[in-house]
């Protein structure tokens, strides 16, 4: 609650949601994401200065497959598909399929507690 308070106070921009491990990911409400990076970046720099911690923005959407697309940017795919409540990522090469499971599916299992916070979604397969 402190870190959404303080992110608030210092870029004026709604936030839904702080996860905290390695790096600090805020998830912003819908069009806020200008408010927060501010011009050139310098919000998100000023708060990386002040907690000393890498910073992740991403925008929530109400689509289940947008919000995903929004998670894994700046990773390129080719699409993201729903079957019954699994996600399937459609990887554009091995190398971005490496990137987006991660040593031991430690990338992948993040990604899907996420999502899971928000939408209903059992499992999600990269292909």
């Known amino acids: 609650m ?16 702080c ?6 990911i ?6 806020e994401m ?5 011009r050139n970046g310098v919000n998100i720099k000023r ?6 911690k890498k910073i992740k923005l991403v925008e929530f959407s109400n689509d289940v497959l947008q919000f995903v697309k929004n998670m894994i940017y700046p ?6 598909k ?4 699994d996600l399937i990522i459609h990887a554009k090469d091995t190398h971005t399929r490496a990137m987006l ?11 899907n507690d996420i999502v899971r916070r928000y939408f209903d979604v059992k499992e999600m397969k990269v292909v």
Request: proline letters at 0%.
């Open 2 to 17: 402190k870190l959404i308070t303080l992110f608030e106070s210092m870029t004026g921009a709604k936030v839904k949601d």
């Open 19 to 24: 996860i905290s491990n390695e790096k600090l």
């Open 26 to 31: 805020f998830v912003m409400e819908e069009n």
């Open 34 to 38: 200008g408010k927060a990076i501010g």
């Open 47 to 52: 708060i990386e200065n002040k907690l000393r």
């Open 75 to 80: 990773i390129e795919i080719f699409d993201v």
């Open 82 to 85: 729903q079957e019954n409540n």
């Open 101 to 111: 499971i991660g040593r031991e599916r430690q990338n992948i299992n993040h990604l």
